[in-house]
């Protein structure tokens, strides 16, 4: 009480709170309008308002929908396995056995590297395309995590299988991708063109550096 007056319970101010009409249980200042109801009352009110906007946010099933079904409706994905289909073409591949193992590498085929049986060329066969698209791996691509300008897999994927794969055979199926160099880097798409090209380059000098140490 203040001068002998009762003290409101929420401002310590000279005065009665009021209760909440909405629920009959919270305090309301005494200096608040006769509309006023409680802070709890209030966020609930706010709430439902939001909840009924016109303008409010989708769902999140609405906003994300299912990666799969983005990655399957993605035009540069098709793009990127319509590329790698041709590419093989041009080698004369029709499907992953371990006479494909140097393109496989060559292109990042990693997941249908066969040398032991074979399997078709499938919507895998994609030049890695997580690795560069925006629109099917957000927030980001996984570059770093995928390939690189090294192609190390061929050591990698060929020590997985002992003595499936000599290292002569696979100098000159690298042979072969250099005599078809400029019309195999001609399908490569954009994106993966200069990873690609270095790529090559690695395994050429790998190739000839086989060759030398055979003559030696």
Not at 94 to 122: M, P, W, Y
Not at 161 to 174: D, F, H, K, S, Y
Not at 175 to 190: D, F, G, H, Q, W
Request: glycine share 8%; hydrophobic share 40%.
């Amino acid at each position: 009480m203040s001068d002998g007056q009762p003290a409101c319970e929420v401002c310590g101010e000279p005065g009665t709170a009021r209760v909440c009409g909405c629920d009959g249980i919270d305090l309301i200042c005494h200096r608040g309008p006769c509309d006023t109801v409680c802070a709890k009352c209030t966020m609930r009110a706010q709430g439902k308002a939001a909840a009924d906007a016109p303008g409010k946010p989708q769902p999140r099933d609405v906003v994300e929908p299912c990666i799969l079904e983005v990655q399957s409706g993605c035009k540069a994905r098709a793009a990127d396995e319509t590329a790698a289909l041709k590419f093989y073409k041009l080698l004369g591949i029709d499907k992953h056995s371990r006479k494909s193992f140097a393109a496989d590498v060559l292109i990042g085929s990693f997941e249908n590297v066969r040398l032991q049986g074979e399997t078709a060329l499938d919507k895998l066969d994609n030049f890695r395309h997580l690795t560069h698209c925006w629109i099917c791996w957000p927030p980001r691509p996984r570059c770093a995590e995928q390939w690189c300008v090294h192609p190390r897999e061929l050591w990698k994927l060929r020590d997985a299988t002992p003595g499936a794969l000599e290292i002569g055979e696979i100098a000159e199926q690298v042979r072969a991708i250099e005599k078809a160099r400029t019309s195999l880097l001609a399908v490569v798409p954009e994106a993966a063109a200069a990873l690609v090209g270095r790529r090559l380059a690695n395994l050429i000098r790998i190739a000839q550096s086989t060759a030398q140490g055979r003559a030696a």
